[in-house]
């Protein structure tokens, strides 16, 4: 049965905050789900960390996909390998050291079915700031405009981070999209392109997303606020 979402986590090193993430995404109360997690030769405990927490979601054991690289190749070629082997009719990447609510698949599955959607966004928490930031607009009584997504998207008005979004696995294979091979704000240049690409964009008003500063991540060791820039 094919799953109906895809959640791609990439982690290097990612042992001290791996398990939280897990957790949240094991504990989805949507059934139909895959878990790809591209493991980019972690040198921690990282791989033991996904064995014994796996171990507690019997459930769940089956639907990991675990793709390990020989070599490191870095976030953007661990996001494209996580993004192309998922074979979920949706697809929402996560990074390692963030977590998520629980109802996130299932609610951003359902507005997807409901509105025929390529593309669905949530609402973000950004931890560290202690403040609740919805992707594109904060008032859920303005409208919803789909080229408007599209022009904030291009001027880096709205949260470009990938890990927000559902999007149908379709979108990302299409002939014309082009996959960054630079390690920093790789985001930006895949989420711009499945703006465009998406014929149907909806939002869910919920924050279903937890994004944590770590500082030994690369956004934050060049500059810790580019990938939440307002």
Avoid at 87 to 109: C, F, H, N, P, T
């Amino acid at each position: 049965m094919t799953p109906k979402v895809s959640f791609s986590v990439s982690m290097y090193n990612s042992a001290p905050y791996l398990e939280r993430c897990l957790r949240s995404l094991f504990e989805q109360t949507l059934e139909e789900l895959e878990f790809v997690i591209v493991d980019d030769c972690s040198t921690d405990d990282s791989i033991g960390v996904l064995t014994r927490v796996a171990e507690e979601y019997p459930h769940r054991k089956d639907q990991v996909k675990l793709i390990r690289h020989e070599v490191n190749q870095g976030s953007a070629a661990s996001k494209r390998d996580g993004m192309l082997a998922a074979s979920g009719e949706y697809l929402i990447v996560i990074d390692s050291d963030d977590y998520v609510d629980k109802r996130m698949a299932q609610m951003m599955y359902d507005k997807a079915c409901a509105c025929d959607a390529d593309l669905v966004v949530c609402g973000v928490y950004c931890e560290r700031a202690h403040s609740a930031v919805l992707a594109w607009v904060s008032d859920p009584e303005d409208p919803f405009v789909e080229d408007k997504v599209r022009h904030d998207m291009l001027c880096r008005n709205v949260v470009p981070g990938l890990w927000c979004r559902l999007v149908r696995k379709s979108v990302i294979l299409n002939d014309s999209f082009v996959w960054p091979d630079h390690n920093f704000a790789e985001d930006v240049v895949i989420s711009i392109q499945i703006a465009i690409y998406a014929r149907r964009i909806a939002r869910v008003e919920s924050v279903l997303y937890y994004y944590c500063f770590n500082s030994s991540s690369i956004c934050n060791t060049i500059g810790e606020m580019a990938i939440m820039r307002r």
